[in-house]
């Protein structure tokens, strides 16, 4: 069993009590520990989701209690970007730090939850996604994430403070796929048997100019190897969806702090507060029309899975970037970090489709694989089978 280090220069733990919330005897989680990200409700610890704001009570995490239950043990609370909005770690406690890496960000807003399992401190660790929030962190510490189909039963959000409930998924990071797959075989009762590539049809979504050279070879090369297992890939096409996620997310993350936002000093950092006041912005209109895009995008997804089983992407527009790094250099040219990152990511968060982050043979760069809806078990049977590869 685990144990998280007495000291903790990456900044990735929020609390760590003296012991562990012990998980039941017996159950099929039994000896393993997990981190959990400090949105989730545990009772007898503090809840802060890393900002100095006062922050809504969830009330105890559903998730949290079932894993207990199961036998794994909780050792802490990790960090995250403030409330977890954004995409860096940045928060009001000084923010969480690369693992391997101290000059770069370890990807948010899971941040310290990718931490604890790089590390080797828990076997694996509670994230939330509602716009890549676990598989940027997965992928740029290089380690395995997985965000469930939206409203998964095995994968519960209650008793987790929202971001936005339209988007919020709860979900795992281990340092591999075979740990994400034994959690969700115990949380579902039936396991996760690995799956054959051959015959699997894969739209590969990489869109020109959306990544650096480095991360176009590793999305390539790992096409090169999922034909080399018998699947067919081809290229795909799929818009950038931020006009529709970006007002949902922003207006209900208002609406969620509320209470804070009508203090005079709310006590969030800057972006963050600033972020929060466009979401108070955006009208009723506004908010009904991204639904309405939402809807329309949906319908391009499912279209896609009429003639494709997977879909490939990158996770990340490039590797990790240094701590206030606010623009990368991608193929198009410069662009803002938060747009380069989320317009690849967000699309299967605002739309809910199970997804799963694994890294390449270039360090600290990942790939997603996206299934239909419903279809989580294929999906990380598909990514077991790839572990085995390697």
């Not at 919330?21 to 959990?36: I, Q, W, Y």
């Not at 971001?163 to 039936?190: E, F, K, M, N």
């Not at 000093?265 to 963050?272: I, M, N, Q, Y």
């Not at 895009?293 to 879909?311: I, W």
Request: net charge negative.
């Amino acid at each position: 069993m685990t144990r998280p280090p007495h000291d903790d220069p990456q900044r990735a733990w929020a609390y760590r009590p003296e012991r562990p919330l012990e998980g039941a005897p017996g159950g099929p989680l039994g000896g393993s520990t997990f981190s959990v990200k400090d949105l989730y409700g545990v009772p007898g610890w503090p809840l802060g989701a890393s900002t100095r704001a006062a922050v809504p009570d969830p009330g105890d995490s559903v998730l949290v209690s079932r894993l207990l239950a199961l036998g794994a043990s909780a050792v802490g609370k990790t960090h995250l970007h403030e409330i977890a909005l954004g995409i860096t770690g940045l928060n009001g406690h000084g923010g969480t730090t690369h693992p391997h890496d101290p000059a770069r960000v370890p990807g948010g807003s899971s941040s310290g939850a990718a931490v604890s399992v790089a590390l080797g401190q828990v076997d694996f660790a509670l994230g939330t996604d509602t716009g890549g929030s676990i598989r940027v962190p997965a992928a740029w510490c290089g380690v395995v994430g997985f965000k469930p189909t939206k409203g998964h039963p095995g994968w519960s959000t209650q008793g987790v403070l929202p971001l936005s409930w339209t988007c919020d998924h709860a979900g795992p990071l281990a340092r591999d796929g075979a740990t994400v797959a034994r959690v969700h075989a115990a949380l579902t009762g039936h396991d996760v048997p690995r799956q054959d590539w051959a015959g699997v049809r894969v739209g590969l979504w990489l869109p020109e100019g959306w990544t650096d050279a480095a991360v176009a070879d590793a999305v390539m090369a790992y096409a090169h190897s999922l034909e080399a297992r018998g699947a067919a890939v081809e290229r795909v096409a799929f818009p950038e969806v931020l006009d529709a996620y970006s007002p949902i997310v922003l207006s209900e993350a208002a609406h969620v702090h509320a209470a804070a936002l009508a203090q005079d000093d709310p006590g969030f950092l800057p972006f963050t507060l600033g972020a929060l006041r466009q979401g108070q912005a955006i009208t009723d209109a506004e908010y009904a029309h991204a639904f309405e895009r939402r809807a329309e995008y949906r319908a391009l997804l499912d279209g896609l899975f009429t003639a494709y089983d997977m879909l490939l992407a990158p996770a990340v527009p490039t590797p990790p970037p240094l701590i206030g790094q606010d623009e990368v250099d991608i193929g198009e040219g410069r662009v803002p970090l938060r747009r380069a990152v989320l317009r690849i990511t967000a699309p299967f968060s605002l739309l809910g489709a199970p997804t799963l982050a694994l890294p390449t043979t270039t360090p600290f760069v990942g790939v997603q694989l996206v299934a239909r809806h419903g279809q989580d078990d294929r999906l990380l049977g598909l990514g077991l089978a790839l572990e085995d590869a390697r």
